[in-house]
Nanobody, 122 residues
Framework: QVQLVESGGGLVQAGGSLRLSCAAS????????MGWYRQAPGKEREFVSR????????YYADSVKGRFTVSKDNAKNTMYLQMNSLKPEDTAVYYC???????????????WGQGTQVTVSS
């Protein structure tokens, strides 16, 4: 089992920045791929970003590429999402997730945090 707790959400004006944190406890953090998803009101949950197991490789949704940066600190059992140049359309509940990768490179996120609200005003 992995327990995940997000923090760092809040209200920010368009163009501003926020940094989300995801603290993990339980099983070995370094053994999991970590990711961020978000869900806006009335919309389905969507992928935002994820890391590789080591954290050396990162992946992003096109909508956030160049503005968001994900990082994973295995020593601190914590993942971060630095969000810059925020837009009103980034408003959502942001969730962190932990999962395993199969032999073909597909990631299955089995563990989820409770979410943190990010609101970007125009």
């Amino acid at each position: 089992q992995v327990q995940l707790v997000e923090s760092g959400g809040g209200l920010v004006q368009a163009g501003g920045s926020l940094r989300l944190s995801c603290a993990a406890s339980g099983r070995t953090f370094s053994g999991y791929v970590m990711g961020w998803y978000r869900q806006a009101p009335g919309k389905e949950r969507e992928f935002v970003s994820r890391t590789s197991l080591s954290g050396s490789a990162t992946y992003y949704a096109d909508s956030v590429k160049g503005r968001f940066t994900v990082s994973k600190d295995n020593a601190k059992n914590t993942m971060y999402l630095q969000m810059n140049s925020l837009k009103p359309e980034d408003t959502a509940v942001y969730y962190c997730a932990a999962g395993l990768m199969d032999g073909r490179g597909s990631v299955y996120f089995d563990y989820w945090g409770q979410g943190t609200q990010v609101t970007v005003s125009s």
